[in-house]
Nanobody
Framework: QVQLDESGGGLVQAGGSLRLSCAASGRTFSNYVLAWVRQGLGKEREFVAAIHWSGDITYYADVVKGRFTISRDNAKNTVYLQMNSLKPEDTAVYYC????????????????WGQGTQVTVSS
């Protein structure tokens, strides 16, 4: 059974940084894609970034490009999202999600989801 466990959220001032972690378990992930998706209060889920597990293919939403970096540690089955220069509009629950093979920028394309971690950026 696939399990995704996010951690690292919290409260930070605008301009600050946070690093989110997503620990994955339950299968071999060599041909999977892990994405970070966020949902602000009253908003739809929004794709943030994704990485292919067995390569260096990454993809970012334009709104975070240049500020966020997604990376992975295969030995730990963990994917990270380093978030710098945070803005109040980055405030959301951040979810990690998983799908097979291809990067999708639509959250509906992902099959497995974690419980989410809250990120709050104060102005």
């Amino acid at each position: 059974q696939v399990q995704l466990d996010e951690s690292g959220g919290g409260l930070v001032q605008a301009g600050g940084s946070l690093r989110l972690s997503c620990a994955a378990s339950g299968r071999t992930f060599s041909n999977y894609v892990l994405a970070w998706v966020r949902q602000g209060l009253g908003k739809e889920r929004e794709f943030v970034a994704a990485i292919h597990w067995s390569g260096d293919i990454t993809y970012y939403a334009d709104v975070v490009k240049g500020r966020f970096t997604i990376s992975r540690d295969n030995a730990k089955n963990t994917v990270y999202l380093q978030m710098n220069s945070l803005k109040p509009e980055d405030t959301a629950v951040y979810y990690c999600s998983l799908r097979y093979a291809r990067i999708y920028t639509s959250p509906q394309g992902y099959d497995y989801w974690g419980q989410g971690t809250q990120v709050t950026v104060s102005s």
